[in-house]
């Protein structure tokens, strides 16, 4: 399939494999990115822009097809190293950067200089066009149903893509929802040129993480998912769990005086426990709704080999064989 995405990372298939704490490691983006996709090591999972460089040279033993890298700009006081970071990104010869977060505006300069594309990943049309003008050469449009922050305006996919399609010159790809063929047609449908995954990918063989992850994903419904911190405006989709009863117990006893060291135990610390010790009940991390579609554990190939030969399936054989007669062009 050839997309403005797919021709603008020079992949084979529009699917993009979003940034994921404690999940994005060489292994899986390298995995994805062989399977003809773009695969993405998490920048901030490494703590120092050395690891990072180390990460990004394991990777690129494992496959030389194009590789990303996220870089998460955080809420936080004291801020990460991110010129550092970004340097062993461009000494790594990585040539592709998903921003997320806060605006990487700062950043661009350095960035292009480096000749980085750069996919910012955004919650609303907004934004979107904020990173358009600032030289984003796409962005990933994460809608309400995304795991991780889906932003305050609470818009899914169906009405937050066709808005930016209206709005937005840059491809994009559509984020939040996306496990399947079924998705990704959608997605083309309403104007996206491919589909960026985070909670299908967790689910796969390749994916370095604790099993009891991946047997959760399996085991969970679409109605198993929980927005926390909307009183802090930092809201995250999460999978439920006894940690997050206990933070939600907490956010609605402190009401509006809630404030994050009030649910420190729940959020902080919580994706060593999870990811790579299984500790299924340790706290708040990102999972999304799509979750009630995802029914097994896939290597990554199979999962886009399939995702790729059920799309065409479904353009040429259910949609075109919706249309009364054929169109005589
Ligand atoms: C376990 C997990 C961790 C995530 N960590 C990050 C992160 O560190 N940075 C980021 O930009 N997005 C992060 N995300 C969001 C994903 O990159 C992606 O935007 C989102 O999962 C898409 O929604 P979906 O889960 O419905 O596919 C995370 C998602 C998951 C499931």
């Keep these: 399939m050839?997309?403005?995405?797919?021709?603008?990372?020079?992949?084979?298939?529009?699917?993009?494999?979003?940034?994921?704490h404690y999940v994005g490691?060489?292994?899986?983006?390298a995995a994805v990115s062989k399977a003809g996709g773009l695969g993405l090591i998490t920048g901030l999972t490494q703590r120092t822009p050395e690891l990072l460089a180390k990460?990004?040279?394991?990777?690129?033993?494992?496959?030389?097809?194009?590789?990303?890298?996220?870089?998460?700009?955080?809420?936080?006081?004291?801020?990460?190293?991110?010129?550092?970071?970004?340097?062993?990104?461009?000494?790594?010869?990585?040539?592709?950067?998903?921003?997320?977060?806060r605006s990487p505006e700062a950043y661009m300069p350095t960035l292009k200089a480096a000749g980085i594309k750069v996919i910012h990943k955004c919650t609303s049309v907004r934004h979107a066009l904020k990173a358009q003008q600032i030289g984003c050469d796409a962005v990933s449009i994460d809608g309400f149903e995304c795991g991780g922050h889906p932003g305050e305006d609470d818009l899914p996919n169906m009405i937050l893509?066709?808005?930016?399609?209206?709005?937005?010159?840059?491809?994009?790809?559509?984020?939040?929802?996306?496990?399947?063929?079924?998705?990704?047609?959608?997605?083309?449908a309403l104007g996206a040129d491919?589909?960026?995954?985070?909670?299908?990918?967790?689910?796969?063989?390749?994916?370095?993480?604790?099993?009891?992850?991946?047997?959760?994903?399996?085991?969970?419904?679409?109605?198993?998912?929980?927005?926390?911190?909307?009183?802090?405006?930092?809201?995250?989709?999460?999978?439920?769990n006894a940690g997050v009863d206990r933070l939600m117990e907490i956010e609605r006893?402190?009401?509006?005086?809630?404030?994050i060291d009030d649910i420190f135990e729940q959020v902080a610390g919580v994706y060593p426990k999870v990811m790579v010790e299984g500790i299924m009940d340790a706290g708040a991390w990102s999972c999304g709704m799509v979750v009630g579609l995802i029914h097994d554990i896939p290597t990554v190939k199979d999962l886009i080999d399939q995702i790729m030969a059920e799309a065409e399936v479904l353009i040429r054989r259910r949609l075109s064989g919706m249309l009364s007669a054929p169109v005589e062009i």
Excluded at 164 to 176: D, I, K, R, W
Aim: hydrophobic content about 45%; overall charge neutral; charged content about 25%.
């Design 161 to 188: 893509l066709p808005r930016a399609a209206e709005e937005l010159s840059v491809p994009f790809v559509a984020s939040g929802g996306m496990a399947d063929a079924r998705g990704l047609v959608a997605a083309l």
């Design 25 to 29: 490691y060489a292994e899986l983006a």
């Design 253 to 259: 006893e402190k009401g509006s005086s809630l404030k």
């Design 55 to 101: 990460e990004i040279a394991r990777a690129r033993e494992m496959t030389d097809k194009p590789l990303g890298v996220n870089l998460t700009f955080l809420p936080a006081f004291t801020s990460p190293p991110y010129a550092e970071y970004i340097a062993a990104i461009a000494e790594g010869g990585i040539r592709i950067v998903e921003t997320a977060g």
């Design 194 to 240: 491919g589909i960026n995954m985070g909670t299908r990918f967790v689910a796969t063989k390749e994916a370095p993480v604790h099993q009891n992850v991946k047997d959760a994903i399996v085991a969970a419904s679409e109605l198993d998912t929980r927005l926390v911190m909307r009183g802090l405006r930092n809201t995250e989709r999460v999978l439920k």
């Design 2 to 20: 050839k997309t403005r995405i797919t021709e603008l990372f020079g992949i084979e298939h529009p699917i993009i494999q979003g940034g994921m």
